[in-house]
Structure formats: C-alpha cells, structure tokens
C-alpha cells in the first residue's frame, strides 16, 4: 500500500477480505445505494428470478467489491469477479460468459477500460444473454450464436460517465458510491477493530477517521498500522493520542494527507510560487510519473480545495498555503 510503506499485496488482499461486510445489514453508510439495492434484490428474489445488471460507480476503496460480494450472497448466488484491463480479447470474455452458473453474478471491475470488442459482445450478453462466437476469419468467417444462462453483471467504475452510453443503459439500476462521513468512518473502524480484537476508544476511532479521506479501505488499513503502533509502543490500546502519534510516523497528517501528496503540494508552493505549473514540470519535480500525480495525488487535493486544475497549469489555493504552514508570495492572485 503507497500509504504506509512497505505492506506486500498478498497480506493486504488477506486483510481487506477479512473486514468486508457479508450481507446489507452490515455495509456501514450509502443509505441510498443500500436501500435501492435492497428493493431490486428483495424483488428479485420474490420473483425467484436473476436480478437486473447492476453498476456501481464511486472512487476505490468505497465498498464496490463489496457490495458485489453481497448482492451474490443476498442472492443465494456464487460470483465470479474479474476486470476491464484483464478481457483483453472478446473471446476472454466469451470465455467467462459461457461459462457462468445459471443465475451467476459476474462481477466487473473497472468495466470502463474493457476492450471494444469485448464491449460490443457484452452489450448483446446483457440484453439477450446470447454471444456470437466468430469462428474463422476474413470472408469465410462465421457468427455461431451461443446461448448463456441468466446471469447479473455487476459493473464498477470510478464514473459512470466514462461508460459509453449504449453500456450505460442496459443496466437496469447504477448505484452511485459517495464518499463517507467521518462518523461512518468511525463505525466501520469500531466494526473492523473488533474483528481484529483490538481495543480501540472513541478518540481513537475518530482521529483514524478524521484522516482516512472519506474511504473505508483507507480507514482499515490506517487502523492496522496504528495497531502495531500501540502493540510495540503502547499498551495496545488504540487511544487518540496513539492514534495520533501513529499516524505522524506513518507521514499521514491531520488532513489525511499522506508523504506524495504534501510533496507535490510543497513543490507546488515552494519551487513554483503556487502555480500555476504544468502537471510534467511538477512530476519531475516530486520525481514521480505524471499519472502517479494526476490520477493519484491531485483528486483528493482538489477533492479538498488544496489545488486547482486550470487551462494554464496546476495552481494552490490559499487553504494549501495555510494547511503547510507558509505564507503566499505578496500578489499572489487569491
Ligand atoms: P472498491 O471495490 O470500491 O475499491 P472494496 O469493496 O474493495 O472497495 O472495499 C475496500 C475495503 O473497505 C474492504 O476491506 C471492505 O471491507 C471495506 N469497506 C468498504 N465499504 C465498506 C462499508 N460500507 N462498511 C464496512 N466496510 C467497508
């Protein structure tokens, strides 16, 4: 994990399915998402049918596996999950649809970024639950037509707007995740932290949630390190001041703002007078590759007001100046 060092994938896999909720009653927060996908299940299940294909968009870490793991379970039924970048070719895809269980949920992520063709073969899936198998090339090439059980594709993506429309519509109900309110954080730190036995106090729960970005996987794996903080330093006790004192070890700060981010925001404003600065000239600044900065470090900073993205460059706002400490150049436009 980039946020705090040096955990290996595998362990952090191991973690994250351990603290995941197994039914609707135990996902913390998204009342909305959680009521809609209550009553299209409750229906569906009524109906003693396959539910409707399902998208589910919000940023990572909000609880799309998640909820596709419990809309299976809701459903009685077993899940098979794989993603967009990894259906290089419609026939992986034809693949894995030929082979779904009657009633089977196919768990997409990152559905966006699935191949044309792929695409096409999934819009006639969806809709018919049929494929066209090409078999051949050239002029001799032929369609044979394959039929395939009812299934429910659940979709994830981080915006439902990157999906092209013809997709986009042949979902029967998308889902919008939001961001989660600290006391929603709270409760899933006090959730995860008694699956992990620790002690953790009310304090403790909201300093990790104050600094967790509004995401469940960031707030489960802020609570471990802290954990092995108070394990080795303290009494194993999560209070707030260890949680605090954990957290400035591991560099994320009280904004939640963790090493990348506070140094792309003090280049900004140290190197660059505030901006505005291209994104490249910033990247090598901080010595990382753009997309490292574009796609990980800026959404949460504009997210939180920190920096702005403009026609002419990348700009701080006067909350950057105030949030590192340092004051603005006299003239700087505000
Ligand atoms: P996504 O697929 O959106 O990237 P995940 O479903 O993998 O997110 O969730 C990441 C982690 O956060 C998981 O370990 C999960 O247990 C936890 N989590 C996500 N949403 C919730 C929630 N609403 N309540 C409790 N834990 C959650």
Do not use: C
């Not at 299209?40 to 003693?48: E, N, S, T």
């Not at 794989?82 to 559905?111: C, K, M, N, R, Y």
């Not at 910033?282 to 990382?288: I, K, P």
């Amino acid at each position: 994990g980039r946020l705090v060092g040096a955990t290996a994938e595998g362990e952090e896999l191991a973690a994250e399915a351990a603290l995941r909720p197994k039914d609707l009653a135990e996902f913390v927060g998204q009342p909305k998402v959680r009521e809609q996908l209550d009553l299209v299940l409750r229906a569906a299940r009524a109906r003693g049918g396959t539910a409707d294909h399902v998208l589910l968009s919000g940023a990572p870490g909000l609880g799309k596996t998640t909820l596709s793991m419990i809309i299976a379970a809701e459903m009685g039924a077993p899940i098979r999950i794989t993603s967009g970048p990894a259906i290089q070719h419609a026939g992986d895809l034809a693949a894995i649809l030929s082979s779904l269980a009657e009633g089977e949920v196919l768990f997409l992520d990152e559905i966006h970024r699935m191949s044309r063709p792929a695409e096409e073969m999934l819009y006639m899936a969806m809709e018919d639950f049929r494929v066209d198998v090409i078999v051949g090339k050239g002029p001799g090439a032929t369609a044979i037509p394959l039929e395939l059980p009812p299934f429910t594709l659940v979709g994830a993506t981080t915006r439902a707007g990157l999906l092209p429309p013809p997709l986009r519509d042949r979902f029967g109900f998308t889902g919008h995740m939001e961001f989660y309110a600290p006391t929603e954080l709270e409760r899933v730190i006090h959730r995860s932290a008694r699956l992990l036995d620790v002690t953790v106090s009310d304090g403790g729960a909201a300093e990790i949630a104050g600094r967790s970005r509004g995401t469940p996987r960031i707030a489960n794996r802020l609570l471990r390190r802290v954990r092995d903080y108070a394990q080795v330093r303290g009494d194993g006790v999560v209070t707030e001041e260890a949680a605090a004192r954990a957290l400035t070890v591991f560099e994320v700060d009280d904004r939640g703002l963790d090493r990348l981010d506070r140094s792309v925001l003090e280049a900004l404003l140290k190197l660059f007078g505030g901006g505005p600065v291209g994104l490249s000239t910033l990247a090598v600044a901080v010595g990382e590759e753009r997309e490292t900065v574009e796609e990980v470090a800026e959404p949460f900073l504009v997210r939180e007001g920190l920096l702005a993205r403009t026609p002419r460059g990348r700009v701080a706002t006067p909350a950057a100046w105030a949030h590192l400490g340092l004051t603005p150049p006299p003239g700087t436009p505000v």
